[in-house]
Protein backbone atom coordinates (compact mmCIF):
# COMPACT_ATOMS: atom_id res chain seq x y z
CA UNK A 1 0.00 0.00 0.00
CA UNK A 2 1.42 3.24 -0.96
CA UNK A 3 2.35 6.04 1.73
CA UNK A 4 1.09 8.93 -0.73
CA UNK A 5 0.23 9.13 -4.37
CA UNK A 6 1.44 12.06 -6.39
CA UNK A 7 -1.01 14.60 -7.30
CA UNK A 8 -0.08 15.20 -11.03
CA UNK A 9 0.12 11.94 -12.59
CA UNK A 10 1.61 13.00 -15.83
CA UNK A 11 -0.19 11.90 -19.39
CA UNK A 12 1.87 8.53 -21.37
CA UNK A 13 2.41 10.30 -24.43
CA UNK A 14 4.60 13.05 -25.20
CA UNK A 15 2.93 17.15 -25.31
CA UNK A 16 2.78 18.35 -29.09
CA UNK A 17 4.51 20.98 -30.27
CA UNK A 18 1.27 23.15 -30.64
CA UNK A 19 0.56 22.76 -26.69
CA UNK A 20 4.15 23.17 -26.23
CA UNK A 21 4.16 26.34 -27.82
CA UNK A 22 0.73 27.18 -25.54
CA UNK A 23 2.50 26.67 -22.91
CA UNK A 24 5.49 28.92 -23.52
CA UNK A 25 3.32 31.52 -24.42
CA UNK A 26 1.50 31.29 -21.48
CA UNK A 27 4.44 31.78 -18.94
CA UNK A 28 5.01 35.44 -21.03
CA UNK A 29 3.69 36.94 -17.46
CA UNK A 30 4.86 40.14 -18.73
CA UNK A 31 3.06 40.23 -21.61
CA UNK A 32 5.70 41.75 -24.09
CA UNK A 33 5.56 38.81 -26.28
CA UNK A 34 8.97 37.16 -25.51
CA UNK A 35 10.25 34.75 -22.93
CA UNK A 36 12.76 35.63 -20.60
CA UNK A 37 15.21 33.36 -18.86
CA UNK A 38 12.74 33.64 -16.00
CA UNK A 39 9.91 33.10 -17.49
CA UNK A 40 11.59 30.15 -19.92
CA UNK A 41 12.67 28.83 -15.85
CA UNK A 42 9.33 28.57 -14.84
CA UNK A 43 7.61 27.30 -17.86
CA UNK A 44 10.35 24.09 -18.05
CA UNK A 45 9.22 24.00 -14.36
CA UNK A 46 5.74 23.72 -15.19
CA UNK A 47 6.87 21.01 -18.16
CA UNK A 48 8.79 18.79 -15.07
CA UNK A 49 12.55 19.21 -15.95
CA UNK A 50 14.79 18.66 -13.24
CA UNK A 51 16.53 21.28 -13.19
CA UNK A 52 14.59 24.11 -15.12
CA UNK A 53 16.81 26.75 -14.63
CA UNK A 54 19.64 24.75 -16.78
CA UNK A 55 17.16 24.09 -18.80
CA UNK A 56 15.99 27.20 -19.75
CA UNK A 57 19.58 28.40 -20.17
CA UNK A 58 20.45 25.71 -22.44
CA UNK A 59 17.10 26.62 -24.20
CA UNK A 60 18.60 30.00 -24.64
CA UNK A 61 21.38 29.36 -26.17
CA UNK A 62 19.80 26.69 -28.06
CA UNK A 63 16.98 29.24 -29.79
CA UNK A 64 17.81 32.77 -29.15
CA UNK A 65 19.42 33.13 -32.33
CA UNK A 66 19.96 37.21 -32.14
CA UNK A 67 21.48 36.92 -28.62
CA UNK A 68 19.35 39.42 -26.78
CA UNK A 69 18.41 36.90 -23.61
CA UNK A 70 14.65 36.29 -24.56
CA UNK A 71 13.01 33.89 -27.20
CA UNK A 72 10.69 36.44 -29.74
CA UNK A 73 8.03 35.13 -31.49
CA UNK A 74 10.48 34.25 -34.66
CA UNK A 75 12.77 32.85 -32.28
CA UNK A 76 9.90 30.08 -30.63
CA UNK A 77 10.08 27.56 -33.42
CA UNK A 78 13.15 26.69 -32.56
CA UNK A 79 12.40 26.92 -28.89
CA UNK A 80 9.58 24.45 -29.39
CA UNK A 81 11.59 21.94 -31.29
CA UNK A 82 14.32 21.69 -28.84
CA UNK A 83 11.67 21.12 -25.78
CA UNK A 84 10.07 18.51 -27.67
CA UNK A 85 12.81 16.51 -28.46
CA UNK A 86 12.92 16.02 -24.23
CA UNK A 87 9.25 14.91 -24.28
CA UNK A 88 8.00 16.62 -21.63
CA UNK A 89 4.22 15.83 -20.02
CA UNK A 90 2.38 18.87 -18.57
CA UNK A 91 2.67 19.53 -14.91
CA UNK A 92 1.30 22.35 -12.30
CA UNK A 93 4.03 24.78 -11.32
CA UNK A 94 3.40 29.00 -10.28
CA UNK A 95 4.35 31.46 -12.38
CA UNK A 96 6.34 35.19 -11.85
CA UNK A 97 7.62 37.76 -14.27
CA UNK A 98 10.96 39.26 -15.02
CA UNK A 99 11.67 41.71 -17.95
CA UNK A 100 14.72 41.21 -20.53
CA UNK A 101 17.58 42.54 -20.12
Known amino acids: ?7 DIPSKSPLPEQQLKEIFKHHD ?7 NK ?23 HH ?4 GDGCISEKEMKDLVE ?15 SVTCR
Open 29 to 35: TNGDGQL
Open 63 to 66: ADAD
Open 38 to 60: AELKQAFQHLGALIPGWRAHRAL
Open 1 to 7: MPIFLPK
Open 82 to 96: YAAKFGYRARSAGIS
